[in-house]
């Protein structure tokens, strides 16, 4: 059974840094991503790697802040949160997926199959 366990989220003032772990089932995934849901929106995906080439990629509101690895444990996501702002407040939730990225967006919820229960990030201004 594939479970994922986020940890790491709580409430920092608005240009502090904050750190989301998330430990992943030991399985071979294709992608492991990071979404999150801020009150009253859907769930959108902020960050992806893709396990085959290690590409990175990000959704424009945190790019060039926010960094999605691997911990050394393999089966271990991390998202790096920089220079946090009030507008980042939201549920993080860790996703993966094992099968082979089709057409959908990585940032569509339906492009992954696994999910976290999710940890709170609150950004206070």
């Known amino acids: 059974q594939v479970q994922l366990v986020e940890y790491g989220g709580g409430s920092v003032q608005s240009g502090a840094s904050l750190t989301l772990s998330c430990a992943l089932s030991a399985y071979t995934y294709d992608r492991m991503g990071w979404f999150r849901q801020a009150p009253g929106k859907a769930r959108e995906g902020i960050a992806v790697i893709f396990t085959a080439t290690e590409t990175e990629d990000y959704a424009e509101s945190v790019q060039d802040r926010f960094v999605i690895s691997r911990g050394s444990a393999r089966n271990t996501l991390v998202l790096q949160m920089n220079n946090l702002k009030p507008e980042d407040t939201g549920m993080y939730y860790c996703?993966?997926?094992?099968?082979?990225?089709?057409?959908?967006?990585?940032?569509?919820?339906?492009?992954?199959?696994?999910w976290g229960q999710g940890t709170q990030v609150t950004v206070s201004s």
């Open positions: 996703a993966a997926a094992m099968r082979p990225s089709g057409s959908e967006n990585w940032r569509s919820e339906g492009a992954f199959d696994y």
